[in-house]
């Protein structure tokens, strides 16, 4: 079933014509914004409730992952997991090549291939 030589000029000028509606429209709401806006002023600023903003070091939470409880949950699962991601490229597309001939057998032996 091919596209009708009308169709096929059209949606591509149909996406490009949506394109710019919405960039329009984009624009159009962004120009709405203040013009009072003054960078390095008091407006960029943090605001916590009238208090002073603390230094970078006291704004930080300190924490050693912040899944940690995930993965404690989920020990079991991920140390033998972790273990068998080395980081090489190679044992990754060995274990790929592998499932994929291994499935082609699967498949080859069912009579869906």
């Known amino acids: 079933m091919s596209a009708s030589p009308v169709l096929s000029f059209w949606a591509p ?8 509606i919405v960039a329009a429209i984009t624009y159009a709401y962004r120009s709405r914004g203040r013009s009072s806006y003054k960078r390095d002023t008091e407006q960029t600023k943090v605001f916590l409730s ?9 704004r930080h939470v300190r924490a050693h992952n912040m899944y940690w409880g995930f993965f404690e949950a989920m020990k079991r699962y991920y140390d033998p997991v972790v273990r068998a991601h080395t980081g090489i490229v190679n044992d990754y597309l060995i274990w790929m090549f592998g499932l994929a001939a291994l499935v082609g057998v699967l498949l080859f032996a069912s009579g869906l291939f």
């Open 13 to 20: 000028l149909m996406v490009v014509i949506a394109f710019l």
């Open 50 to 58: 009238g208090e002073d903003e603390p230094e970078a070091g006291m």
